[in-house]
């Protein structure tokens, strides 16, 4: 079993949605990302945080780390969000990755 | 300005080659990663150097090779290239260690 686990895997949804992905994990950690890797493969930092809820625009980071859980939201989702949302959690310098959640919003 | 840059962006080569990807972060950033996404596009690091230290070395065949010349860049070498290695590898920085990932914009390498 992977150390991050996310889900869904795949999500398709229509414009306006309101969208939640999730990530949990095994171990403990020093901190938790969430990026974005858009279809053409860049890939972006949307949150790094270690406690409580960050929120960026449309975008909307919450961490439990009692529950090992945290949870990506977007808010009136555009087809512009379709991409793949990847958990990653730090630890001992080192970093572990989700295998992501490839969203695919339909106008 | 590209605040994290690798070249080449494509790199298509022989087996037994051996090749080498630059990166540069004009950030002022202390600690450069490696990392490499495979064809079902998981990521996983491969290196990871702070102020030209090599503080992490994942289970990567010694055919790889980072190279710090100084902070601002972490080569990668690749000796022997097999085809296992062909993936996209994307070069990275932070702040500190364990902080906010910049990332570049990945390095397609294909063996043939």
């Known amino acids: 079993k992977n150390e991050v686990e996310q889900s869904p895997q795949n999500l398709t949804a229509q414009e306006g949605e309101f969208i939640t992905i999730n990530c949990s994990y095994s171990?403990?950690?020093?901190?938790l990302h969430w990026l974005q890797q858009h279809p053409g493969g860049g890939i972006v930092s949307l949150f790094m945080?270690?406690?409580g809820k960050k929120k960026h625009g449309r975008l909307i980071a919450t961490i439990n780390i009692q529950e090992k859980h945290s949870s990506l939201h977007i808010t009136a989702s555009h087809p512009r969000d379709s991409a793949v949302y990847i958990c990653?959690?730090?630890?001992?310098?080192?970093?572990?990755f989700g295998k992501g959640t490839r969203l695919h919003i339909l106008p | 300005d590209t605040a994290v840059s690798q070249t080449p962006k494509y790199l298509v080569t022989q087996m037994g080659n051996d090749k080498s990807i630059k990166c540069e972060q004009n950030?002022?950033?202390?600690?450069m990663y490696w990392y490499k996404q495979d064809s079902k596009k998981f990521l996983k690091i491969m290196f990871s150097y702070n102020n030209k230290e090599l503080i992490i070395n994942e289970t990567v065949p010694n055919r790889f090779s980072p190279k710090s010349p100084d902070k601002a860049h972490l080569n990668l070498h690749i000796n022997s290239l097999e085809l296992g290695d062909s993936a996209v590898y994307f070069c990275?920085?932070?702040?500190?260690?364990?902080?906010?990932?910049?990332f570049g914009p990945g390095t397609r390498l294909t063996v043939l």
């Open positions: 950030l002022g950033h202390d600690t």
């Open positions: 990275a920085s932070s702040q500190q260690r364990e902080g906010e990932q910049f």
């Open positions: 990653a959690v730090t630890r001992d310098d080192k970093i572990i």
């Open positions: 171990v403990g950690i020093s901190a």
């Open positions: 945080l270690s406690s």
